[in-house]
T-cell receptor, first 113, second 113 residues
Framework: AQSVTQLDSQVPVFEEAPVELRCNYS??????LFWYVQYPNQGLQLLLK??????LVKGINGFEAEFNKSQTSFHLRKPSVHISDTAEYFC???????????FGSGTKLNVKP | DVKVTQSSRYLVKRTGEKVFLECVQD?????MFWYRQDPGLGLRLIYF???????EKGDIPEGYSVSREKKERFSLILESASTNQTSMYLC????????????FGQGTRLTVV
């Protein structure tokens, strides 16, 4: 079975500062990894995904994430955040045996002016 | 663009009522999912379906059932609503290929009084 741990439930940060949202996963099989963003009262929107190949993945809105197999991590980063990045971010994995998705508990990013 | 449509954004129901949450996708996806989202718990899988009339239990199926009579439609049924089922419900769909993401609807916020 897969599980996903997001280590920070809330991350406050000032506008234009860098941010890292942490995600660790456990799995007995190879996985695909995803980051989603959820704005208030909305569904989830895909930010980026790691399937294979380069461990550094670039997504929308200037976000990127790095897959680290040895540390089973997939941390999300942005070098300079904007007020509009205020949202909840979810890390997810899907296993290669069946396309089910497992989500972390979410990290609320609060960007302050 | 993939569109996943949930029939209601907000619902208020009484304890003991039978509740139907409807979800329709327009991309001919084989897989469909129902998640429940609660603060601090992330998204938890209730049921998923990988084909018409095929379903499997997720992590928290108790108190719920599902129906998939047509490929594009996946319904979540609360047989007898209870106050602890007050939550945000998210529907998602995905193709059967393993290396693809899930696409989400806007969510239904259900309040059981």
């Amino acid at each position: 079975a897969q599980s996903v741990t997001q280590l920070d439930s809330q991350v406050p940060v000032f506008e234009e500062a860098p941010v890292e949202l942490r995600c660790n996963y456990s799995s007995s099989v190879s996985v695909y990894l995803f980051w989603y963003v959820q704005y208030p009262n909305q569904g989830l929107q895909l930010l980026l995904k790691y399937l294979s190949g380069s461990t550094l993945v670039k997504g929308i809105n200037g976000f990127e994430a790095e897959f680290n197999k040895s540390q089973t991590s997939f941390h999300l980063r942005k070098p300079s955040v904007h007020i509009s990045d205020t949202a909840e971010y979810f890390c997810a994995v899907s296993d290669r045996n069946f396309n089910k998705f497992y989500f972390g508990s979410g990290t609320k990013l609060n960007v302050k002016p | 663009d993939v569109k996943v449509t949930q029939s209601s954004r907000y619902l208020v129901k009484r304890t003991g009522e039978k509740v139907f949450l409807e979800c329709v996708q327009d991309m001919d996806h084989e897989n469909m999912f129902w998640y429940r989202q609660d603060p601090g718990l992330g998204l938890r899988l209730i049921y998923f379906s990988y084909d018409v009339k095929m379903k499997e239990k997720g992590d928290i199926p108790e108190g719920y059932s599902v129906s998939r009579e047509k490929k594009e439609r996946f319904s979540l049924i609360l047989e007898s609503a209870s106050t602890n089922q007050t939550s945000m419900y998210l529907c998602a769909s995905s193709p059967p290929q393993m290396n693809t993401e899930a696409f989400f609807g806007q969510g239904t916020r259900l309040t059981v009084v």
